[in-house]
């Protein structure tokens, strides 16, 4: 695709108005020269993209990897040697009850899978169809340019958001099941009832759906820029790494703070009783800012994109 095109040539499109003209009758228009009963605000409803998108392999495959995650995580608790350790790691005491199981099995998914997954909804769902050719039919249906970035993006965070709540109810299931309702431990050996634990863990679900909103932003960002999915998505979880390694810098200084994955485990602080809300607070505000910004750039490229070579 080359860029700075005004979009679809006259001749490419297959619009109800074309096919009238062809057909030698006319049909009355409304002001803005669009066939009488038209609406763009119709095109594209979200409950179609959401079933297009269902039907897809890749999304069927991601959400069924994160409902299958926690038995695995199970399995190899199940089948390892603890060696009688509690209180080093999240891990050592993440049999300790059913909510250090899913607290543990958030803290092993952030930075890779979960990246992963909202990387793979939002990375592929522009640059999929434009790889299939079928981008050009889409905005020739006509469905705006606005419209349709807007819709798929919608769609891409109700999977990312689904498959992320999807994990954490998955994961506090089978460790209820299989380790008890007891209360949330914290590695400093701190307790947190039950119910509380239960507030926190849904909590962290959601810190951890705004945080990742950087990562969405970026990738709907490069599936517009690119007609490889792989390249799309790749290259957010690549630009991930790279900031998670950056992060590891500590001669970087107060500089790491503005890396958008610096503050990806900030939940953490909600495993105590007394709360500090300010990590989380840099945390969302870092990821939306972070997403506003790639977001902007997405829906600038695409507006200039070329979508008929």
Do not use: C
């Not at 419209?147 to 965070?157: D, E, N, P």
């Not at 007394?274 to 800012?289: E, K, N, R």
């Amino acid at each position: 695709m080359t860029d700075d095109a005004e979009g679809p040539k006259v001749g490419q499109l297959d619009t109800a108005e074309t096919a009238v003209v062809r057909s030698g009758r006319r049909q009355p228009t409304q002001p803005d020269g669009s066939v009488e009963g038209y609406r763009a605000k119709r095109t594209l409803p979200v409950r179609v993209e959401l079933a297009r998108q269902l039907r897809r392999r890749r999304t069927r495959l991601a959400l069924g990897f994160l409902a299958v995650l926690p038995f695995l995580l199970l399995l190899a608790f199940e089948l390892g040697d603890d060696g009688g350790r509690r209180g080093r790691t999240l891990a050592d005491i993440a049999t300790a009850s059913g909510l250090n199981f899913a607290v543990f099995t958030l803290f092993a998914s952030t930075n890779f899978l979960l990246v992963v997954v909202a990387a793979l909804f939002f990375g592929d769902t522009v640059a999929s169809e434009a790889s299939w050719s079928s981008l050009r039919y889409l905005l020739a249906a006509p469905i705006p340019r606005t419209r349709l970035l807007r819709q798929k993006a919608v769609v891409s965070a109700l999977l990312s958001g689904f498959g992320l709540v999807l994990l954490s109810a998955v994961a506090l299931g089978v460790g209820l099941v299989w380790y008890g309702g007891g209360d949330l431990v914290s590695i400093t050996g701190e307790t947190v009832p039950f119910p509380t634990g239960v507030v926190s863990l849904a909590a962290a679900t959601v810190y951890l759906a705004v945080h990742l909103a950087w990562i969405a932003g970026l990738a709907l960002f490069l599936s517009v820029s690119t007609d490889a999915p792989l390249g799309a998505v790749g290259g957010a979880v690549v630009v991930s790494i790279l900031s998670e390694i950056l992060d590891q810098i500590t001669a970087l200084g107060d500089l790491r703070n503005y890396l958008p994955t610096h503050y990806s485990t900030a939940y953490s602080d909600l495993l105590g009783h007394d709360v500090d809300w300010t990590a989380m607070a840099h945390g969302a505000f870092s990821g939306l800012a972070y997403a506003a910004v790639f977001t902007a750039l997405a829906i600038w490229r695409f507006n200039r994109k070329d979508i008929t070579s």
